[in-house]
């Protein structure tokens, strides 16, 4: 299994311009979850998807952030104008459904995207 | 003034020792907790979990404390060795939040050294 995989690793990008990531979960996992992650603020969960549909975005910070996931093998992240504060990293996390097991409520997380704007 | 970044509480451990890794969490209704290592430049990895109505659960070189009367959960790792250097996370649900939703701790930077 290739695990969560995220693209692209690196972005650098301007202050105002569009910035699109994305994420292709593990196969079979029908959560999908959004996170960002600063030195400022730690972890922080964005918004979580249930078999391609938002569930919970009350951590999303603004109208500039959106994120879709088309279908179940990929989801994207956009930032519509970015801003320097919106420099982090952002993991894309999935797991299967299920939460009577313990084992079931493991979130595996891809490798992140780090994201700086100018 | 400006906002200062978080500054990651550190242990240092000797190669060897067992280390033991605090985190307070805040929610007296949390009913279920998970701990995450994350190596530099990659993912939060999980490691262990436990539920509320559980005070311990060992895994291979890995043991959960949780003490739910004062709101502290401690991982305790044996013979730590150099791959175990990373940050360390506590994650926990509330019972009103949905299996979605965790709430994560600022972390714990360890470093083992030789």
């Known amino acids: 299994d290739a695990g969560v995989i995220q693209s692209p690793r690196h972005e650098v990008t301007e202050m105002g311009q569009e910035v699109t990531l994305r994420c292709k979960p593990i196969?079979?996992?029908?959560?999908l979850f959004w996170y960002r992650q600063t030195m400022m603020r730690g972890l922080e969960l964005l918004i979580y998807?249930?078999?391609?549909?938002?569930?919970?975005d009350s951590g999303m910070p603004e109208d500039r952030f959106s994120a879709k996931m088309p279908n179940a093998s990929f989801s994207t992240l956009k930032i519509q104008p970015s801003e320097p504060r919106d420099s982090a990293v952002y993991f894309c996390?999935?797991?299967?459904?299920?939460?009577?097991?313990?084992?079931?409520?493991?979130?595996?997380f891809g490798a992140g995207t780090r994201l700086s704007v100018l | 003034g400006e906002s200062v970044g978080l500054h990651l509480p550190t242990l240092s451990v000797q190669e060897g020792d067992n280390s033991i890794i605090n985190c307070a969490y805040s929610n007296s209704a949390s009913d279920y907790f998970i701990w995450y290592k994350q190596e530099s430049g990659k993912g939060p990895q999980f490691i262990i979990d436990?539920?509320?109505?559980?005070d311990k659960r060992q895994g291979q070189r890995v043991t959960v404390l949780l003490n739910k009367t004062v709101k502290h959960l401690s991982l305790q790792i044996a013979a730590t060795q150099p791959g175990d250097s990373a940050v360390y996370f506590c994650?926990?649900?509330?019972?009103?939040?949905?299996?979605?939703?965790?709430?994560f701790g600022a972390g714990t930077q360890v470093v083992v050294t030789p």
């Open positions: 998807f249930n078999n391609n549909v938002p569930i919970d």
């Open positions: 994650a926990e649900r509330g019972t009103t939040d949905s299996w979605g939703k965790f709430q």
């Open positions: 996390a999935s797991r299967v459904a299920g939460e009577g097991g313990l084992a079931k409520n493991i979130q595996y």
């Open positions: 196969s079979g996992h029908d959560y």
């Open positions: 436990i539920r509320s109505n559980m």
